[in-house]
């Protein structure tokens, strides 16, 4: 609800904080490991989405009402991710959850219909998605999702393209190839 704040703790905790009295309603421990740094989004059915962003644990879906959580990774059924290395997660305008992974592009969940869908580089393809190593997803007001990569630049989406038009920007000094981290 809007009166909630949900955090992640340095002890792989998940906590629903009341926004007016400052108590914790709710808490839910995660996988632990040596170097846990769980980060998380609410989505708009007030479902919680968490990944640990120092360990290959893929992607966890928590549901604050039915007070479960499902561990989703490159093995499981029917969503698989690409890879269980998570860099960055977003909610999209259409409520899909894009998922950014290392190596793996990006796993798009459309948690209504229980599908995914993947977005990879294409090397024959300069309209495709410039990198399979994702650092960082962002989406805009106006719909564009940004797709920051590692060393291989900028990516763009936006739902109103008739494909996967992605558009990519490389800096201009090309010789330093490491600067193109996003």
């Known amino acids: 609800s809007h009166n909630d704040i949900w955090v992640t703790t340095k002890k792989a905790t998940l906590e629903k904080v009341d926004a007016k009295t400052g108590k914790v309603t709710q808490r839910l421990k995660l996988s632990v490991t040596n170097d846990n740094y769980y980060k998380c989004i609410v989505d708009r059915d007030d479902d919680i989405w968490l990944y640990d962003f ?32 998570v860099f960055s997660i977003i909610n999209d305008n259409q409520g899909r959850i894009w998922v950014g992974t290392d190596h793996g592009g990006i796993t798009v969940i459309d948690k209504q219909h229980q599908t995914v869908e993947y977005i990879l580089n294409d090397p024959y393809n300069q309209r495709s998605l410039c990198g399979n190593s994702i ?8 719909g564009f999702i940004w797709i920051g990569t590692f060393k291989h630049g900028l990516s763009q989406f936006h739902d109103s393209q008739f494909s996967f038009n992605l558009n990519h920007v490389k800096m201009a000094n090309m010789a330093i190839p490491q600067l193109n981290d996003i």
């Open 54 to 85: 120092n360990n290959s644990l893929g992607l966890f879906f928590y549901s604050p009402i039915n007070r479960q959580l499902v561990n989703y990774t490159h093995e499981s059924s029917p969503i698989r991710l690409s890879s269980n290395v």
């Open 135 to 142: 650092t960082h997803l962002y989406g805009d007001k106006d």
